[in-house]
């Protein structure tokens, strides 16, 4: 609802900020996820984007945020998000496929935000915290590590060099 007040108010960016869980061992606490691409698995996207189309970040934001986290030195994966708006409806099952699939975390906005995006013809991207692991089957919580302490911190100094860079 705030992106498309934020849209018929003149805004044309977007940087999703979040948590997200890694689903990929090599995905760790406080790293960083720049989505590509989601895996749409709630109900919002489907009101902007028919069931064929695939909900993608804009390459030219995806490019700015690469270049500054690795101007700010953090740990950084890109690639597929895994949205789902029903967070204990992550199974077993849903989890070894999509780890399979090499999808590296899981939230509950990125394919929401990509799919209005893509349907109001502005740019959007996603830069996850990784909070939480299920990558072992098991969830692991990081949520009151100093890993995701830091990484909060650095959140808005990248967010605020990428929007001058772009």
């Not at 953090?74 to 029903?86: E, K």
């Not at 935000?113 to 740019?123: D, E, P, Q, W």
């Not at 915290?129 to 969830?139: F, G, P, Q, T, V």
Request: charged share 25%; aromatic share 8%.
């Amino acid at each position: 609802m705030h992106m498309e007040e934020l849209i018929a108010c003149g805004g044309r960016k977007f940087i999703l900020t979040g948590f997200a869980g890694s689903l990929q061992k090599h995905v760790d606490i406080g790293d960083f996820v720049i989505g590509t691409d989601a895996i749409r698995d709630e109900g919002t996207s489907y009101h902007y984007l028919s069931r064929n189309i695939r909900a993608s970040a804009s390459k030219e934001l995806i490019e700015a945020l690469v270049k500054c986290c690795r101007k700010h030195g953090i740990t950084f994966h890109c690639g597929t998000v895994w949205t789902i708006g029903a967070p204990y409806r992550e199974t077993r099952r849903k989890v070894l496929r999509y780890q399979r699939q090499g999808v590296l975390c899981v939230d509950m906005e990125t394919a929401a935000l990509f799919s209005l995006a893509i349907y109001r013809k502005v740019m959007a991207a996603s830069l996850l915290r990784i909070s939480d692991i299920l990558a072992e089957l098991k969830w692991t919580n990081g949520f009151d590590t100093q890993k995701l302490k830091l990484a909060e911190e650095k959140t808005v100094p990248i967010v605020i060099d990428t929007i001058k860079t772009i």
